[in-house]
């Protein structure tokens, strides 16, 4: 199968049901958040990167 591009589509991508090249998927890559328990025990939380973007930019106001 084929991308709208021309481009091959991988056949792991076929067999997860994607239609599409990498490049021209519509699926978006996650981020996280660093969560912060005490001087040396820091987690991250995995969140989209709507939510990651805007927690770092709520970190940056002064």
């Known amino acids: 199968m084929y991308?709208?591009?021309?481009e091959k589509v991988h056949p792991v991508r076929l067999e997860?049901?994607?239609?599409?090249?990498?490049?021209?998927?519509?699926?978006?890559?996650?981020?996280?958040?660093?969560?912060?328990?005490h001087k040396t025990g820091n987690t991250i939380?995995?969140?989209?990167?709507?939510?990651s973007a805007s927690v770092h930019r709520a970190w940056r106001r002064k």
């Open 3 to 6: 991308c709208k591009c021309g």
């Open 16 to 37: 997860l049901g994607y239609k599409t090249c990498v490049k021209h998927s519509q699926t978006q890559t996650y981020s996280y958040v660093p969560i912060i328990e």
């Open 45 to 51: 939380q995995i969140v989209s990167q709507e939510v």
